[in-house]
């Protein structure tokens, strides 16, 4: 079965560092990649996604994710935090040729300190 | 453009009682899928509707249950509530490749439910 893993239920950076949040998955064939954001209160918003290509994709308010198929990985990065991007965020996979059934890992929740 | 909407916000129910929770798709999309969202963990795939049949179906029990209008607009409702069934309800809609969607899914602010 899919599965997803995101190893950091926690980080905390300072406004202006850079951010690296992992995400590691599990899977019988290469699969759609997804990185979304929650707010407290709020439904998911969608930062990027993956779904064949260029291995690094860039996505809204300045994020970008690398997929490393060697080491089933699909880490989203940003080089320059804002107090603003403290929010949860969650890696999703789905498989190739649909995405009606996202499998999500558990969550970073992300605090940034001014 | 309106987005997701679902309703209610939040409802409170007691254990054994039965829920209605709702929710229209964004303008559009045909497909909608619904998730469960516990405290402190990552939205788990309910099932999805299409063409006013269910789809796909994630692991959870027979008193989970859905509905498809012709509209597109999509109900959960969910029997015999538990304590555990406590949690945020998510709605999710895409529309389907073959009519020029995409693989996204667009989600609702969801439904808090609490069980006591």
């Known amino acids: 079965a899919q599965s997803v893993t995101q190893p950091d239920i926690h980080i905390t950076v300072s406004e202006g560092a850079s951010l690296e949040l992992r995400c590691n998955y599990s899977y019988g064939a290469t699969p759609y990649l997804f990185w979304y954001v929650q707010s407290p209160g709020q439904g998911l918003q969608l930062l990027l996604k993956?779904?064949?290509?260029?291995?690094l994709v860039q996505g809204i308010k300045g994020f970008e994710a690398e997929f490393k198929r060697s080491q089933s990985s699909f880490n989203l990065r940003k080089p320059s935090v804002h107090w603003s991007d403290a929010a949860e965020y969650f890696c999703?996979?789905?498989?190739?040729?649909?995405?009606?059934?996202?499998?999500f890992g558990t969550g970073t929740r992300l605090q940034v300190t001014l | 453009d309106a987005g997701v909407t679902q309703s209610p916000t939040h409802l409170i129910k007691t254990r054994g009682q039965q829920v209605t929770l709702r929710c229209s798709p964004k303008?559009?999309?045909?497909?909608v899928s619904w998730y469960q969202q516990a405290l402190g963990q990552g939205p788990q795939f309910i099932f999805q509707y299409y063409e006013e049949e269910e789809r796909q179906r994630g692991n959870f029990p027979d008193r989970f249950s859905g509905h498809q209008f012709p509209n597109y607009s999509s109900e959960l409702n969910v029997n015999a509530l538990l304590l555990g069934d406590s949690a945020l309800y998510l709605c999710?809609?895409?529309?389907?490749?073959?009519?020029?969607?995409?693989?996204?899914?667009?989600f609702g602010p969801g439904t808090r439910l609490t069980v006591l």
């Open positions: 999710a809609s895409s529309s389907a490749p073959g009519t020029g969607g995409s693989y996204e899914q667009f």
């Open positions: 993956y779904f064949s290509g260029d291995t």
């Open positions: 303008s559009g999309h045909d497909t």
């Open positions: 999703a996979v789905a498989r190739q040729g649909t995405a009606s059934k996202l499998t």
